[in-house]
């Protein structure tokens, strides 16, 4: 279906207006307005989450230049835990140097690791009921910048996203086959710190998501799709095989990039998703020994409105951000019924956050009719930590509590700050983000992007 009803920014004020709003535009949401749902556990692997209701990964490029949590990432995961949320998925961890995305993205290595099981502690302390607590590992690919510089690791050139005159370096599959090891080791580093599960994060282009499109790389990790998939399940057979953690997956259901550089879309408009072979992948994840799999989409760095529909941005989309909304959360119903209703495999929700305090109706909705098993929260967190507790306790979410989708929190990431919310946390972040934006124009939102 072709969607041609225009942008507009967030404006319901009830579930009603909202529902109107969604049948008006063909789309489909479900609702609940009973949040008991929310409060059943999650069994997950080995383990179980004690609410339906997740933070999703966020990362605050706020850890040392070793990358152990510094004072920031301290009090993020304080707030986080004492939320209430039944599953934490602490962000993007790098397991090998050359990959952090930013000097101060976190890094799993020995000599940090009492920094890592202090971590764990203190969400375990803050929390009401224990979280399911995941880290996600990473290798940022074609956006590693160790040191603040751009350093470029690609899976394949790519001329949606290679940046006119810069160095880039195509891994070569020694070096890609390198990275089992180094996944491994970061996996038992988590479990000796006391992770429930790790993540092989392969969505938002970074390296193992770009690796699921690398038609155009010749060798063992490019063309089939049995080659593009190489890497992301032979680390995981070989960290089920030598670690006994349960093991998640962030997975891009699709970027939106055009074939034959994209994943998850069709050859003929790369803006209309194509599940056949995320399916096929989320099918070997499971055989794989696979327990969790959160579902993303697009690329924050080309697309970000595919991946957080948002009011204001880099450039405004040209249709309605619950047309994108609607696209992302539908793909984890599809994905998770590819697995039938008696899989073991849980499956995770992204986006909710652009539907202010009409999310918590979404989270039960998503979960009562079966289109996730969890409901994953990202900005809003940032905006809103508690927001676990009084969707629990409440019921309902504060509206003047809610984030406003406004972007600064990733406008603080691309000027090389530390990341929060500058508008419901303004002490901490405001300084940070004016620091960040001297000199620099401020996010109109007028601009239609050009490439979607
Ligand atoms: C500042 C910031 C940091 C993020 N860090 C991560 C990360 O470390 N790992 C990841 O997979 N996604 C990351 N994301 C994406 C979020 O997890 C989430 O998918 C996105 O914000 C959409 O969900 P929301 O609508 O609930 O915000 C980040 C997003 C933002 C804005």
């Given at each position: 279906m072709t969607h041609t009803e225009p942008f507009r920014r967030f404006q319901y004020d009830t579930t009603a207006e909202l529902q109107h709003d969604l049948d008006r535009m063909g789309l489909e949401l479900p609702l609940l307005?009973?949040?008991?749902?929310?409060a059943s556990p999650c069994p997950i692997g080995s383990g179980s989450a004690p609410n339906r209701i997740a933070i999703q990964?966020?990362?605050?490029?706020?850890?040392?230049?070793?990358?152990r949590p510094d004072d920031l990432t301290w009090r993020r995961y304080r707030r986080f835990a004492a939320g209430?949320?039944?599953?934490l998925w602490v962000e993007a961890t790098a397991v090998?140097?050359?990959?952090?995305?930013?000097?101060?993205q976190l890094w799993l290595h020995e000599q940090n690791l009492d920094d890592f099981r202090g971590l764990v502690r203190l969400i375990d302390k803050e929390a009401r009921s224990k979280p399911y607590k995941v880290l996600q590992l990473t290798h940022s690919g074609?956006?590693?910048?160790?040191?603040?510089?751009a350093r470029p690791l690609v899976a394949a050139a790519n001329p949606w996203l290679d940046r006119p005159g810069q160095d880039q370096t195509v891994l070569s599959d020694e070096a890609l086959a390198n990275l089992v090891p180094a996944y491994v080791q970061a996996a038992r580093l988590a479990h000796a710190a006391g992770f429930q599960a790790v993540d092989i994060k392969a969505c938002h282009r970074y390296l193992l998501n770009e690796l699921l499109s690398a038609r155009t790389r010749s060798g063992?990790?490019?063309?089939?799709l049995e080659n593009r998939s190489r890497l992301l399940l032979d680390i995981v057979r070989a960290v089920k095989a030598k670690v006994p953690i349960d093991i998640a997956v962030r997975l891009n259901?699709?970027?939106?990039?055009?074939?034959?550089?994209?994943?998850?879309?069709t050859q003929e408009d790369?803006?209309?998703?194509?599940?056949g072979e995320p399916a096929w992948l989320v099918r070997a994840l499971k055989d794989a020994g696979v327990s969790l799999i959160n579902i993303t989409g697009g690329n924050?760095?080309?697309?970000p409105h595919v991946n957080r529909p948002y009011d204001t941005g880099p450039y405004q989309p040209p249709v309605h951000p619950l047309y994108h909304l609607t696209k992302l959360l539908g793909a984890c119903r599809t994905l998770k019924h590819a697995l039938g209703p008696d899989s073991p495999v849980r499956f995770m929700a992204s986006?909710?956050?652009?539907?202010?305090?009409l999310a918590g109706d979404a989270a039960a909705g998503l979960v009562a009719s079966g289109w996730s098993d969890l409901a994953g929260f990202g900005r809003q967190a940032f905006a809103y930590p508690s927001l676990a507790a009084d969707l629990l306790e409440e019921g309902r979410l504060d509206p003047k509590k809610?984030?406003?989708?406004?972007?600064k929190c990733s406008e603080i990431m691309r000027d090389g700050g530390q990341a929060g919310?500058?508008?419901?946390?303004?002490?901490?972040?405001l300084p940070i983000y004016r620091a960040g934006r001297a000199g620099k124009p401020s996010l109109s939102g007028k601009d239609v992007a050009e490439h979607v």
């Amino acid at each position: 279906m072709t969607h041609t009803e225009p942008f507009r920014r967030f404006q319901y004020d009830t579930t009603a207006e909202l529902q109107h709003d969604l049948d008006r535009m063909g789309l489909e949401l479900p609702l609940l307005g009973d949040m008991a749902i929310l409060a059943s556990p999650c069994p997950i692997g080995s383990g179980s989450a004690p609410n339906r209701i997740a933070i999703q990964p966020m990362e605050g490029c706020d850890g040392s230049a070793d990358g152990r949590p510094d004072d920031l990432t301290w009090r993020r995961y304080r707030r986080f835990a004492a939320g209430g949320a039944g599953l934490l998925w602490v962000e993007a961890t790098a397991v090998v140097p050359e990959g952090r995305a930013n000097p101060r993205q976190l890094w799993l290595h020995e000599q940090n690791l009492d920094d890592f099981r202090g971590l764990v502690r203190l969400i375990d302390k803050e929390a009401r009921s224990k979280p399911y607590k995941v880290l996600q590992l990473t290798h940022s690919g074609r956006y590693s910048k160790p040191d603040g510089q751009a350093r470029p690791l690609v899976a394949a050139a790519n001329p949606w996203l290679d940046r006119p005159g810069q160095d880039q370096t195509v891994l070569s599959d020694e070096a890609l086959a390198n990275l089992v090891p180094a996944y491994v080791q970061a996996a038992r580093l988590a479990h000796a710190a006391g992770f429930q599960a790790v993540d092989i994060k392969a969505c938002h282009r970074y390296l193992l998501n770009e690796l699921l499109s690398a038609r155009t790389r010749s060798g063992l990790y490019g063309g089939s799709l049995e080659n593009r998939s190489r890497l992301l399940l032979d680390i995981v057979r070989a960290v089920k095989a030598k670690v006994p953690i349960d093991i998640a997956v962030r997975l891009n259901a699709y970027d939106e990039i055009p074939v034959p550089y994209g994943w998850g879309v069709t050859q003929e408009d790369h803006r209309q998703p194509d599940f056949g072979e995320p399916a096929w992948l989320v099918r070997a994840l499971k055989d794989a020994g696979v327990s969790l799999i959160n579902i993303t989409g697009g690329n924050p760095y080309y697309n970000p409105h595919v991946n957080r529909p948002y009011d204001t941005g880099p450039y405004q989309p040209p249709v309605h951000p619950l047309y994108h909304l609607t696209k992302l959360l539908g793909a984890c119903r599809t994905l998770k019924h590819a697995l039938g209703p008696d899989s073991p495999v849980r499956f995770m929700a992204s986006g909710l956050t652009w539907l202010r305090h009409l999310a918590g109706d979404a989270a039960a909705g998503l979960v009562a009719s079966g289109w996730s098993d969890l409901a994953g929260f990202g900005r809003q967190a940032f905006a809103y930590p508690s927001l676990a507790a009084d969707l629990l306790e409440e019921g309902r979410l504060d509206p003047k509590k809610c984030c406003l989708s406004c972007g600064k929190c990733s406008e603080i990431m691309r000027d090389g700050g530390q990341a929060g919310c500058v508008i419901h946390d303004s002490d901490v972040y405001l300084p940070i983000y004016r620091a960040g934006r001297a000199g620099k124009p401020s996010l109109s939102g007028k601009d239609v992007a050009e490439h979607v």
